[in-house]
């Protein structure tokens, strides 16, 4: 996504703050690891939406933040946004294809079927193969088991959850995602046997679910599949049936987005929007093993301690135009939900949202690195930042390779839905850190206290985004963007 940028930023390669003010000091490293302590702390027991855990979660920030002088900033006037979710697990399902009547013995650990509503039986259902497709051309998908591939071969081409939505909303009985050859099916598996949440109210099929290629293969003619390449296919009917039987349970409950306000003084409308998410996994490894918890201290115990710190240092500060958000979000390791939950009900309206800076596993590097900006390039927001990190006397690291990871934070679903959104921060520059930690720490146990990396480089990149916020409270120097 590219925003045309507004000339008024050609003025903005001058300093927002005079260039004879002193660097801004970092964040005090004592109070982020106060913050991490309590939240990564084994009686949190990881965080997870919808424990107990995520319950204290939500209560600590919301006090933090009042009692660093914030307003309560959700829509409806509280501390909480309330974010309604559902999990399926899928317990039990029994499939049966046929192919011209005859049974076909598909092995059953080549699919997975998720009743959305508990309980589903179909009877001799007929199967129709959509390629990439959302559009019927014509042909009538209620009550149908419709085949989708999954995947994204060409730009024309919707993400699947797009086109499985579109799809569900059609009256399938069952959207079933086609595997790709290469995919890692074991893990597609897995995932889905521990069972998939989704914002409540989301459009779906009554059953959803998945097969492995070897499976599918022998129920669609390969030539289709080529066909399917064209954006011009349309949805074939295949001479098969589904009988299939699945019990799923079925788990609906609540969570929350913590938001603070800071009122603006003179542009209170407009905001500049601070974000991160305070879930984590919670109970992650089987009943039994040593440690079961995924307290996640860098994935985002950090990210929420800079937030909390920050809007204590901006809330103590000069007085601002724009007011200014800070937004602990629910279920981002879920799928971006508390995010996404967000955008469709922002507390003012998005086109009044200046910019969005997200924190999110911010303690990795040390003091000293060059800044990396996850959205770089993409955004009218670049000269802006750099100004920030010059005034602070670090080094700017200009290269995208950071943006690959623009989709897995929820800056992600503010950029979506128009905001110009960036994630920045020494933590994004030093890619073989950042590796290292993927592949060590991140998602595990072992993210914990005793594992915390020193915090010198958050405290550091915290006293950027304080930097960055004043600059993008100001609307001279940077405009909202034009409609
Ligand atoms: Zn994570």
């Known amino acids: ?16 703050a005079p260039p004879s003010a002193a660097p801004e000091a970092p964040l005090d490293q004592a109070a982020l690891r106060r913050h991490i302590e309590y939240l990564a702390s084994d009686s949190l027991q990881g965080r997870a939406p919808g424990s107990e855990g995520g319950v204290k979660a939500a209560y600590y920030i919301a006090s933090e933040l009042a009692g660093a002088g914030l ?8 501390w909480y946004q309330p974010v309604d979710l559902v999990e399926r ?11 011209k009547g005859h049974a076909i013995a598909l092995d059953p650990s080549l699919g997975r079927f998720i009743a959305m509503e508990g309980g589903t039986r179909l009877v001799a259902a007929p199967v129709v193969f959509a390629g990439y497709g959302t559009t019927t051309g014509g042909a009538d998908l209620k009550g149908k088991v419709v085949l989708l591939l999954s995947g994204k071969p060409s730009e024309g081409v919707q993400g699947f ?30 995932q889905l046997g521990r069972g998939r949440t989704v914002a409540s109210g989301e459009t779906h099929a009554p059953v959803e679910g998945a097969l492995a290629f070897p499976a599918w293969i022998r129920l669609v003619d390969p030539e289709l599949v080529v066909a399917a390449k064209s954006l011009e296919f349309s949805p074939h ?29 003179g542009r209170a409308g407009e905001a500049v929007l601070f974000l991160a998410h305070w879930d984590h996994l919670g109970l992650c490894r089987p009943e039994g093993a040593a440690d079961r918890i995924c307290n996640g201290a860098v994935d985002n115990a950090s990210g929420i301690a800079a937030l909390i710190e920050v809007a204590r240092r901006i809330e103590h500060g000069p007085p601002l135009q724009r007011s200014l958000y800070f937004v602990a979000t ?11 939950a967000l955008v469709r009900s922002p507390p003012l309206p998005l086109e009044h949202i200046a910019a969005a800076l ?17 959205g770089r390039g993409m955004t009218p927001l670049d000269p802006l930042i750099d100004a920030a990190i010059r005034s602070q006397g670090r080094l700017i690291d200009d290269s995208e390779a950071a943006n690959a990871f623009l989709g897995r934070q929820d800056g992600w679903a503010l950029m979506e839905a128009g905001v110009p959104a960036v994630m920045i921060g020494g933590a994004f520059s030093d890619s073989a850190r950042l590796g290292a930690f993927l592949a060590g720490d991140y ?14 480089g958050a405290a550091e990149d915290g006293a950027l985004h304080v930097v960055l916020g004043r600059m993008l409270a100001d609307p001279g120097l940077f405009p909202l963007r034009a409609k």
Not at 71 to 78: Q, R
Not at 330 to 340: K, V
Request: aromatic share 4%; net charge negative.
């Open 1 to 16: 996504m590219k925003w045309l940028l507004p000339l008024a930023l050609l003025a903005v390669s001058h300093p927002a």
């Open 71 to 78: 307003a309560p900033g959700a829509p409806d006037g509280s």
């Open 89 to 99: 697990t899928p317990m039990t399902a029994t499939a049966e294809w046929r192919v």
């Open 161 to 190: 959850e797009v086109r499985r939505r579109a799809i569900a909303a059609q009256g399938a009985a069952a959207v079933i995602a086609l595997s790709g050859e290469n995919d890692p099916w074991a893990l597609i598996h897995d």
């Open 237 to 265: 009917l295949l001479p098969v049936t589904l009988d299939l039987s699945a019990t799923s349970h079925v788990r609906r409950y609540s969570s929350v987005n913590v938001i603070a306000r800071i009122a603006g003084h």
């Open 330 to 340: 629910t279920g981002e390791e879920m799928g971006l939900l508390g995010a996404r």
């Open 358 to 374: 997200n924190f999110d596993t911010i303690a990795i590097s040390p003091a000293g690195e060059p800044v990396a900006t996850i």
């Open 443 to 456: 998602h595990s146990p072992i993210d914990d206290i005793a594992h915390l990396p020193p915090l010198d």
